[in-house]
């Protein structure tokens, strides 16, 4: 299932208030934007929904206002949550045209019962997002996308440290078996996910990775997982074990903590995404930031790869950068550019404005020029 648009509002009609109007996606998305203009935020509002639909999260603004659009092989799915000091004061999930959940602000509304061919009614806490307190695989088997597509969204901060200062408590012979998916759904635990990895597709895995860190040219040879040489740990009752890798260069491992924080943001990713890809784990990845730390070659080469991974599976990809290296090497169509004007947000990509995407390729300039000089707003408002 992927998502195809989403209108957010937060705080209505009060000074405070901050909106996205509708914001469409495709398979595959770079979101630029100025500073400030809402990239992060955006994608936030996206992994908050998905927190959400999941059980991750409870109400965790006071205020928030989604209306999404989902598509899952031939049908559309619309999922309206409106909710206002905590307390949930509307809720909808439609099928195509078709009304199959909704609820009133007292906590009571009408759900369609699959094995008995009709509405029943119901009742839920005002605070309680009702497709997850009816959840019922027999009964409203329809709720069921919706859940696992907000279970396995997935979100890395790329400037973060993505896990490098994150090591195991746990030995090298000992089973990874008992390393549940959903613990892998944590990007930080990037020595962990490289072990049950290893642990399940075996060879063919560790090779996958060292060709694609190889296609960011760093030429590693060996990637694995042991003890840090190069810090200490007291009081421990097991050893701290974390990822190792070897350079063709090099005689010696250089351990998690002294990777350079340029290589291990890259080689976290690719990790992940090559597990996601092979266990089919998530429906959706968003990347903030992404490319933070690397230099022009790698960073472009890393969201090349990325795309190239994402078109070649079911995985529903949104990266967000206002690198202009990575801009003037990813094509326009997979651009959506945010801005913003006050409180107000805006996307606009090929798919809602083709034809301005269609001129400016025919003005012989570089794609940081669309963004740069503002021809996507001139040409936007004639």
Same mark, same amino acid.
């Given at each position: @299932?992927?998502?195809?648009?989403?209108?957010?509002?937060?705080?209505?009609?009060?000074?405070?208030?901050?909106?996205?109007?509708?914001?469409?996606?495709?398979? %595959?998305?770079?979101?630029?934007?100025?500073?400030?203009?809402?990239? +992060?935020?955006?994608?936030?509002?996206?992994?908050?929904?998905?927190?959400?639909?999941? @059980?991750?999260?409870?109400?965790?603004?006071?205020?928030?206002?989604?209306?999404?659009?989902?598509?899952?092989?031939?049908?559309q799915i619309t999922y309206?949550?409106? =909710?206002?000091?905590?307390?949930?004061?509307?809720?909808?999930? #439609?099928?195509?045209?078709?009304? @199959?959940? +909704?609820?009133?602000?007292?906590?009571?509304?009408?759900?369609?019962?699959?094995? /008995?061919?009709?509405? /029943?009614?119901?009742?839920?806490?005002?605070?309680?997002?009702?497709?997850?307190?009816?959840?019922?695989?027999?009964?409203?088997?329809?709720?069921?996308?919706?859940?696992?597509?907000?279970?396995?969204?997935?979100?890395?901060?790329?400037? %973060?440290?993505?896990?490098?200062?994150?090591?195991?408590?746990?030995?090298? &012979?000992?089973?990874?078996? &008992?390393?549940?998916?959903?613990?892998?759904?944590?990007?930080?635990?990037?020595?962990?996910?490289?072990?049950?990895?290893?642990?399940?597709?075996?060879?063919?895995?560790?090779?996958?990775?060292?060709?694609? #860190?190889?296609?960011?040219?760093?030429?590693?040879? %060996? /990637?694995?997982?042991?003890?840090?040489?190069?810090?200490t740990f007291t009081g421990?009752?097991?050893?701290?074990?974390?990822?190792?890798?070897?350079?063709?260069?090099?005689? %010696?491992? /250089?351990?998690?903590?002294?990777?350079?924080?340029? #290589?291990?943001?890259?080689?976290?990713?690719?990790?992940?995404?090559? =597990?996601?890809?092979?266990?089919? +784990? !998530?429906?959706?990845?968003?990347?903030?930031?992404?490319?933070?730390?690397?230099?022009?070659?790698?960073?472009?080469?890393?969201?090349?790869?990325?795309?190239?991974?994402?078109?070649?599976?079911?995985?529903?990809?949104?990266?967000? +950068?206002?690198?202009?290296?990575? #801009?003037?090497?990813?094509?326009?169509?997979?651009?959506?550019?945010?801005?913003?004007?006050?409180?107000?947000?805006?996307?606009?990509?090929?798919?809602?404005?083709?034809?301005?995407?269609?001129?400016?390729?025919?003005?012989?300039?570089?794609?940081?020029?669309?963004? !740069?000089?503002?021809?996507?707003?001139?040409?936007?408002?004639?």
């Open positions: @299932m992927k998502l195809k648009t989403i209108i957010y509002n937060q705080f209505a009609g009060k000074p405070d208030e901050w909106r996205l109007s509708k914001a469409s996606f495709k398979d %595959t998305n770079l979101i630029v934007g100025r500073n400030a203009s809402g990239k +992060t935020r955006t994608l936030n509002i996206v992994k908050g929904l998905a927190e959400l639909l999941s @059980m991750r999260q409870q109400l965790h603004f006071l205020s928030g206002d989604y209306d999404a659009v989902f598509e899952d092989d031939e049908k309206t949550l409106k =909710y206002e000091d905590g307390k949930v004061i509307e809720e909808r999930v #439609m099928i195509n045209d078709e009304t @199959m959940l +909704t609820r009133s602000q007292e906590g009571s509304g009408n759900i369609r019962a699959v094995e /008995i061919g009709r509405d /029943i009614r119901f009742q839920v806490s005002v605070n309680e997002v009702a497709i997850l307190a009816k959840r019922d695989a027999l009964q409203h088997p329809f709720l069921e996308p919706l859940v696992e597509w907000g279970k396995s969204l997935i979100y890395f901060d790329f400037g %973060t440290a993505l896990g490098k200062d994150m090591f195991q408590l746990l030995g090298e &012979k000992e089973s990874v078996d &008992k390393i549940d998916d959903q613990m892998l759904l944590r990007t930080n635990n990037v020595s962990m996910i490289f072990r049950k990895g290893r642990h399940k597709f075996g060879n063919e895995f560790v090779d996958g990775i060292k060709r694609d #860190m190889k296609a960011l040219d760093y030429q590693i040879k %060996t /990637i694995g997982i042991g003890a840090p040489t190069s810090v421990l009752q097991e050893p701290a074990v974390g990822l190792f890798v070897e350079e063709e260069e090099l005689k %010696t491992r /250089i351990d998690q903590a002294s990777i350079s924080r340029g #290589m291990f943001r890259a080689l976290s990713v690719i990790i992940l995404v090559s =597990y996601i890809l092979r266990a089919k +784990t !998530s429906q959706c990845i968003l990347i903030d930031d992404i490319g933070e730390g690397l230099d022009y070659e790698r960073s472009s080469s890393l969201v090349k790869l990325l795309i190239k991974k994402a078109k070649k599976s079911n995985i529903q990809l949104s990266m967000a +950068t206002n690198d202009r290296f990575i #801009m003037n090497s990813v094509p326009l169509e997979y651009w959506s550019v945010l801005y913003r004007r006050g409180s107000i947000c805006e996307i606009l990509n090929r798919e809602n404005s083709p034809k301005v995407f269609e001129d400016f390729e025919l003005t012989g300039l570089g794609n940081f020029d669309f963004f !740069s000089s503002g021809y996507y707003l001139r040409n936007k408002e004639k």
